[in-house]
């Protein structure tokens, strides 16, 4: 089942020539979600090949590198003939301002764009086996960070345990077994779901912060991600800026990450400054964090796996 993440801007305020303003798309089984939305996101999706088939947009806040490409993405839809809804999703007081980024220079769409505010804590999307949260952040304006978390998958199914010790012939009532119906053999025997079906396995958890300090709500949204996507603007040696900006520093994701208990760490929203010398913000994350951490370039994609992926 796919789950994977297309980075199509991973620059700072200030893009370069390699970087692009934030912009995040994530394909989940078919369902398109864009996180942030920076200047030129519509011509990085083209470049990229992501497609315009999404659904979802969901603005962390309200600074230009990561909403100014709202209105180029609307008018690139309504250019397409684009007739089904798109959902914008930000955080409290954003509403009004996205509404006017939607209809900025008199654009009126001829699709329907629903605007919502999220609050941390709340759900943005419910969706069948998965959901996108919203967490609290801390940076200058009113932000939000989102988390995708999919529904427990069942547990797995013993067939050798069903055919070789309790005698269950291969067919149907394997299934209904699985589906977490008991079911009686020719001879009479009750065979309960829990005989032959292992304890629920956990879906998959995705975390973007947006732009942020560390948090202990980032900690605690990400307790367990298979991916962590968090600001890391600036390198040791900007410490203070970063502290005075409301970013944080590669070493402060990498602690965050740790602290978690998440597998890969990406680190995004890289500072102009270090456009050269990125391998800098990762050598200092690896030092405060043992999984994998690292810079993505823009149009990296990545897929994030099941914790179980080896025999899912």
């Not at 999984?291 to 080896?310: I, M, R, Y």
């Amino acid at each position: 089942m796919t789950l994977r993440v297309t980075f199509l801007g991973t620059s700072g305020a200030v893009p370069t020539v390699e970087r692009a303003p934030s912009a995040l798309h994530v394909n989940r089984e078919g369902d398109e979600l864009l996180f942030d939305c920076g200047e030129g996101t519509q011509r990085q999706m083209m470049t990229f090949g992501t497609g315009f088939g999404l659904s979802h947009v969901f603005v962390t806040h309200l600074h230009g590198d990561h909403v100014l490409g709202v209105p180029g993405l609307v008018q690139s839809l309504d250019f397409n003939d684009r007739e089904r809804a798109l959902a914008i999703h930000g955080p409290p007081g954003s509403k009004r301002h996205l509404r006017e980024l939607v209809h900025v220079v008199g654009n009126d769409p001829t699709f329907p764009v629903r605007i919502t505010e999220v609050a941390p804590g709340s759900v943005a999307l419910s969706r069948e086996g998965y959901e996108v949260r919203a967490f609290e952040t801390d940076h200058r304006t009113r932000s939000v960070g989102y988390v995708l978390v999919e529904d427990d998958r069942k547990g797995r199914f013993d067939r050798r345990k069903a055919e070789e010790e309790l005698g269950i012939p291969p067919g149907p009532l394997y299934g209904r077994l699985h589906a977490g119906e008991s079911v009686e053999l020719d001879d009479g025997t009750v065979v309960d779901p829990e005989q032959v079906v292992g304890s629920p396995r956990p879906g998959r958890k995705l975390v973007y912060t947006g732009d942020t300090r560390p948090t202990g709500a980032t900690v605690a949204a990400a307790e367990d991600a298979d991916l962590l996507i968090h600001d890391a603007t600036f390198a040791d040696d900007a410490r203070d800026r970063a502290q005075a900006t409301a970013h944080s520093t590669a070493r402060e994701a990498a602690e965050m990450a740790r602290r978690a208990g998440a597998k890969r760490l990406a680190l995004t929203h890289v500072s102009s400054r270090y456009a050269a010398r990125v391998g800098r913000l990762e050598a200092e994350a690896r030092e405060a964090f043992d999984g994998e951490a690292f810079v993505p370039d823009d149009g990296d994609e990545v897929a994030v796996e099941f914790p179980d992926a080896e025999g899912s």
